[in-house]
């Protein structure tokens, strides 16, 4: 089992930045692909990054340019580096992990998920 604990959320305003990050237990982080989605109230969760275990890495159009996704194997954690936000991305962002390694968009693959992180982006 592993757990996925986020932070770094915030309030920040409009072309503002904010770095989450997602703390990982276990000893076979680096075996896994990591992603970032988020999710608005009343909308479908949505992929913004993912890394995978070999850090290739791959963002949702939206975000392309201004977000970045790192990770540090070493420390079992994943970042998202966020530039330029924008109010309509205040949601809950959330950190999962998919066993397999390779990544992807679809939020079905992910095995494990964390809690969540609010962002929230005024104008």
């Known amino acids: 089992q592993v757990q996925l604990v986020e932070s770094g959320g915030g309030l920040v305003q409009a072309g503002g930045s904010l770095r989450l990050s997602c703390a990982a237990s276990?000893?076979?982080?680096?075996?896994?692909?990591m992603a970032w989605f988020r999710q608005a109230p009343g909308k479908e969760r949505e992929f913004v990054a993912t890394?995978?275990?070999?850090?290739?890495?791959g963002y949702a159009n939206s975000v392309k340019g201004r977000f970045g996704i790192s990770r540090d194997n070493a420390k079992s954690t994943v970042y998202l580096q966020m530039n330029g936000l924008k109010p309509e991305e205040t949601a809950v962002y959330y950190c999962?992990?998919?066993?397999?390694?390779?990544?992807?968009?679809?939020?079905?693959?992910?095995?494990?998920w964390g809690q969540g992180t609010q962002v929230t982006v005024s104008s």
């Open positions: 276990g000893r076979t982080f680096s075996s896994y692909a």
């Open positions: 890394i995978s275990s070999g850090a290739t890495t």
């Open positions: 999962a992990a998919d066993r397999s390694g390779q990544g992807t968009s679809l939020p079905s693959r992910y095995d494990y």
